[in-house]
């Protein structure tokens, strides 16, 4: 029993001290401010003590759904083509079905070749059914429509991830917002300011060179006039910015052709630069082997034609082939900042977004709030600690004090815990560290009321002290099931500041546990084993 | 020291006066979520805009306002925030004046109307910098391009000025000025001299500071709401499971009825008096939901105790005899964490307010409904197995010892 009781008095103060060097690690000094420095490397806060922007954004997937339908539209028509089966129009009759194709003007007799271009090609991806007039429908397949969108948020979180990255945003957090669908959720800690970063983040920066039909004209209507009051399905009217075509031009329309030459996931790098001749900032790019190739034909087979470099769905430029380009070319002109062609640059380098996305939820915090609450959070916390700590001195004596130092061990493994993993202190946690000692010391109160019940029945101390931590334990079993199931429940529905009350509410109840059935009772032996047999206890 | 010596206590004889009790809360609560105030609902569930603001000196709530509109924004809500002497405004827009398509909008009229109309000094203040609301990386980027010290385009020069931002940041965001400065010459002594002759030139202190600004679209605050009652439900639904499990169904029903009374009740609360119910108050109504579970668990556990003894007592009498047995820890316990939740209440700040006021009603009803809805519900069980013909006895424990 004695040595039983030295090897779990060294279990604790071994716990003891892991925990505090979980809160505080190898401070550099004693001093307050050593102290405050440590604590703060190991705890992490949450965006709403620390302050910083918290960002909720909608990828519109559908985007990249219509992406990929209007690729296999160019892709069908050189099908066929190349099958020599002409005057078929293929295209996507409802916009707001992004994931339907249809073909019409079929010629009859050629109906067979069709059904086996399309079915040797495109059915592991389509459902293709036949329709009256000669028409063919191919709707896209659930699963690829799932798989498309689940990319696209995919390579939307990576690509926000390395833009803000590129900005220098330490730190931050960028991951599936599972409250939603297809959204994704921001943390910009220390960022309080944060329209530069949306801006950036918000940027599809997609990069296209097109071929010019036609063009320009001074406005849409004019242009809609000049071409039969229709855009042909395989074109589509693009704005222009000031001086794309040549200096001092203004904003134009132009008849561009839909499928671009090469597009924005053909770009192998980007850097900004300067102009040689007018010294003006500017961004080069160069194209990955296949897009250089693809560029090199078009480019070759077009000398003398116009093509359009499109930056967002604007003409930023529009130049006349001279001659065959490879893989390489600049984007200028157009009041180019230095800060732009830098972001521009960065933006090109990490590829564009595969769908454009929408900001649903932004909230900022201040520093000096998050330092308000702090020093709040810290005055109730220790207020309260204190009302209750005295309040157990009062009523149970002796046993009082074995409850404190069980509450405080309580805290220290709470907040160790917490600087283990990482784990961050949010100000609902803050509350649910005040939670924990209230409620943590309601397992020592069950305790101490069974113990006093087990004397007023006659027993003998040391058998109370086993018998109520023995009847107490279902109770706390209980108690602690409840909180944590209700803890956990909010963890998974909750978002940051309400995660890490449940996170802190959890490992305070855990710890809990430790402290008020292990460490309690060692405290009680510790003293029963000091005293003769029989001699009351202090409770 | 005792509280409760050997109590004896009729709980159930009252029986009829703790369900008028709880049917006037209940009515109450329900009539005014109807009726009345509705469920007043933070912007997390609502939707809109609301900007924090502190200011260096008592605020004109209708300039602001008047202000506001004039810039198109209509119908602001313009509230003190937390005690009066703090200063502190809340600017409140509603769903309607916040577009999803540029959703800061709100937020930036708000802040150029305030920086126009609220400034301390006017119009020799035009394109200066903003001391009391400029960020750090703004700073930084400000003190780079001025170069008060001299040090070109380096690596170097950039390092020193952010770290120059970052002291007048530590100073401005302290806990004592809460993020504004009396004056620039303040800044002295936290600054390098040429810094601050810098800012004293081009910077200037506006006497407010937004401290945070939130800003919520439609189809978030739509998806929050369904999540927060899914998770209510859920919460009450393992609860049921976990008594049904440690119990029998019965002991989960009752006890989970009970813990629907302390949700209503709590939540009619928030109506009556017109508070807005955020995420982190569904937090604490979720962990009310788990810890008046305790008490009821407790009171439980005594009475299948006591049954296991004596099975001839009338359930009425062990009911209440075992009510008594654990009343002492049953107000302890609640007594405790109560004292807790006040501390939060009082000192924990404005932010945490709702939170802490639900915990306060919720410990309080649900240390009452343990008492007055969970145990009397099992004796009314049986009384209504009795009324059928059926057998009395209320199932014990499925195992004999647990």
Not at chain 1, 310 to 321: F, G
Not at chain 1, 330 to 336: F, H, L
């Amino acid at each position: 029993m004695q040595k039983n009781l030295k090897a779990k008095t060294v279990a604790i103060i071994a716990v003891l001290i892991i925990f505090v060097f979980g809160i505080f690690g190898i401070p550099k000094g004693v001093s307050g401010s050593a102290l405050k420095q440590a604590l703060a490397q190991h705890i992490n806060l949450g965006l709403d003590l620390k302050g910083g922007t918290h960002l909720v954004l909608q990828v519109m997937v559908d985007e990249a759904v219509g992406a990929a339908t209007d690729s296999d539209v160019g892709a069908i028509q050189s099908d066929l083509q190349q099958n020599g089966i002409s005057g078929v129009t293929v295209a996507k009759p409802d916009p707001n079905k992004p994931d339907v194709i249809q073909l019409t003007n079929v010629p009859a007799d050629r109906a067979t070749d069709i059904s086996s271009v399309l079915n040797s090609r495109y059915s592991s991806r389509y459902d293709i059914t036949p329709g009256v007039n000669n028409t063919w429908t191919l709707t896209m397949k659930n699963q690829t429509e799932l798989d498309l969108k689940q990319s696209a948020l995919d390579k939307a979180i990576e690509v926000i991830n390395q833009r803000i990255n590129g900005l220098g945003v330490s730190e931050s957090v960028v991951e599936p917002y599972q409250l939603g669908s297809y959204q994704i959720l921001v943390e910009l800690p220390g960022i309080d300011d944060p329209g530069r970063v949306k801006d950036v983040i918000q940027s599809t920066a997609r990069l296209e060179t097109h071929e010019v039909m036609a063009g320009p004209w001074p406005d849409q209507q004019t242009a809609m006039q000049a071409i039969g009051g229709m855009v042909p399905p395989d074109a589509e009217l693009v704005q222009s910015i000031a001086g794309a075509s040549n200096e001092g031009s203004t904003a134009e329309w132009y008849e561009l052709k839909k499928v671009p030459v090469w597009g924005g996931t053909d770009i192998r790098d980007a850097q900004p630069g300067h102009d040689q001749n007018t010294n003006e900032p500017q961004v080069t790019f160069y194209l990955t082997n296949a897009a250089g190739q693809k560029f090199a034909q078009f480019t070759s087979a077009n000398i003398g034609k116009q093509m359009a470099i499109v930056l967002d769905n604007r003409v930023r430029e529009v130049a006349v082939i001279k001659g065959e380009i490879h893989d390489t070319g600049d984007i200028s002109g157009g009041g180019i900042t230095e800060q732009y062609a830098k972001d521009l640059s960065m933006l090109l380098r990490t590829g564009a977004l595969p769908a454009s996305i929408r900001y649903l939820q932004e909230s900022t915090v201040g520093p000096s709030l998050g330092a308000d609450s702090i020093h709040q959070g810290v005055v109730a916390s220790i207020a309260g600690m204190a009302a209750v700590m005295i309040f157990m001195l009062i009523y149970y004596r002796g046993a009082g004090i074995n409850a404190d130092l069980a509450l405080i061990l309580n805290l220290v493994i709470l907040l160790g815990f917490m600087g283990f993993v990482g784990a961050r202190l949010t100000l609902p946690g803050i509350a649910g560290v005040i939670l924990t000692i209230g409620m943590g010391v309601d397992s020592n109160v069950l305790i101490f009321e069974r113990i006093r019940e087990e004397l007023r029945s006659g027993k003998s101390p040391s058998a109370a002290v086993d018998q109520g931590f023995k009847h107490a334990l279902t109770t706390i079993i209980d108690t602690h099931v409840t909180t944590v199931v209700s803890a956990a429940i909010l963890f998974l529905f909750g978002t940051g500041p309400v995660q890490g009350f449940a996170v802190t509410l959890t490992f305070g109840l855990l710890a809990n546990f430790f402290t008020s059935v292990f460490v309690s009772r060692v405290i009680f032996d510790a003293s029963l084993s000091r005293k003769l047999h029989g001699e009351p206890i202090s409770i | 020291m005792e509280l409760f010596h050997d109590v004896k206590i009729d709980w159930l004889g009252k029986k009829w006066y703790f369900l008028g009790f709880s049917l006037i809360f209940s009515i109450a609560g329900l009539l005014s979520l109807f009726f009345w105030h509705h469920l007043p609902l933070d912007v997390d569930f609502r939707g809109g805009t609301v900007v924090r603001v502190k200011f260096a000196d008592k605020p004109n709530l209708d300039l602001i306002r008047s202000a506001v509109n004039k810039a198109g924004l209509k119908d602001p809500r313009i509230t003190q925030f937390g005690a009066a002497a703090n200063n502190e405004v809340l600017v409140t827009l509603s769903l309607g004046q916040t577009s999803e398509a540029s959703l800061d909008q709100g937020r930036a009229v708000i802040e150029s109307t305030l920086t126009r109309n609220y400034s301390q000094a006017g119009a020799q203040n035009q394109g200066k910098l903003d001391l009391d609301n400029v960020s750090r990386g703004g700073l930084a980027t400000w003190l780079e391009q001025k170069d008060p010290e001299h040090l070109g385009v380096t690596d170097a020069a950039t390092a020193r000025y952010q770290q120059q931002a970052d002291a007048v940041m530590s100073y401005r965001d302290s806990a004592e000025h809460s993020g504004i400065l009396d004056s620039v010459d303040a800044l002295r002594g936290s600054v390098d001299p040429a810094v601050l002759t810098a800012l004293e030139q081009g910077a200037y202190v506006s006497g407010f500071h937004v401290q945070s600004a939130e800003i919520v679209g439609a189809q978030v605050g739509k998806q929050l709401q369904k999540q927060a009652i899914l998770a209510t439900l859920y919460s009450l639904l393992g609860m049921l499971i976990y008594l049904w499990f440690r119990f029998e169904l019965i002991y989960g029903v009752a006890a989970v009825v009970a813990c629907f009374h302390d949700t209503l009740i709590t939540v009619g609360a928030f109506s009556l008096t017109n508070t807005e119910v955020s995420l982190t108050v569904i937090a604490a109504i979720l962990t009310l939901v788990g810890y008046s579970m305790n008490d009821t668990i407790v009171v439980f556990d005594r009475i299948r105790e006591n049954l296991r003894l004596s099975r001839r007592e009338p359930l009425a009498d062990l009911v209440n005899r075992s009510i008594n047995q654990t009343l002492s820890r049953t107000v302890l316990t609640s007594g405790l964490t109560f004292l807790t939740v006040l501390s939060l209440f009082l000192f924990g700040g404005e932010v945490l307010h709702p939170f802490s006021f639900a915990l306060v009603i919720g410990i309080l009803i649900g240390t009452y409904s343990s008492i007055a809805i969970a145990a009397p519900m099992l004796v009314a069980y049986q009384d209504w197995r009795a009324g059928r013909g059926k057998t009395a006895a209320l199932p014990a424990a499925k195992k004999a010892k647990v």
